[in-house]
């Protein structure tokens, strides 16, 4: 297409318009923090939980829960946030599970599919999770010992609330690290 020196030239001209600047130059002059991450805040422990009302049924309080489906030939196991609904969802109708699975709702399914959610949570960034408290039988907590083998922890901590000046105990800042 291009001769050898017309790129040698378009990248010379290129690598000498293009400027090497540190990031210090741009936070001094910065002025104003846009937060892009949404989920942000709710690591930091300060972002609201929704806490309905009296008269609910409790485990309204999260911000991301475990839900498994049963169907008659898979599961599905999802991860929701409480507004966005679902995050992570793995299922035993995959093609990549469904091929290794002899039936799609036997112990070896859920074990396997709490595994793949696992992966998938932390990959996702997600390492905290409310369990639904409708789930029971030995199906379900084999998905859930899956889940804590893979170092998710299965209830999320209580919101950071800022101690009034004559309290005398102070919990920790989240966002701190102390070593």
Not at 65 to 91: C, W
């Amino acid at each position: 297409m291009y001769s050898v020196n017309i790129r040698t030239g378009i990248a010379r001209a290129f690598l000498a318009y293009r400027k090497v600047h540190s990031n210090a130059e741009i936070v001094e002059t910065c002025t104003e923090i846009v937060n892009r991450n949404p989920r942000n805040l709710e690591r930091l422990r300060i972002a609201r939980k929704p806490v309905g009302y009296h008269l609910n049924k409790p485990g309204h309080t999260y911000w991301h829960k475990l839900f498994v489906v049963k169907k008659p030939r898979y599961i599905i196991a999802e991860v929701r946030h409480f507004e966005n609904g679902p995050v992570v969802t793995v299922s035993s109708a995959e093609w990549a599970l469904k091929r290794q699975l002899y039936r799609g709702v036997d112990s070896s399914a859920y074990i396997n599919v709490g595994r793949v959610l696992a992966q998938r949570c932390l990959e996702a960034g997600i390492c905290e999770m409310e369990v639904d408290a409708e789930l029971s039988g030995n199906k379900s907590e084999l998905l859930v010992k899956e889940l804590e083998k893979s170092n998710i922890i299965l209830n999320e901590l209580s919101v950071y609330k800022n101690p009034n000046p004559w309290d005398k105990d102070r919990p920790e800042k989240p966002w701190e690290i102390h070593e």
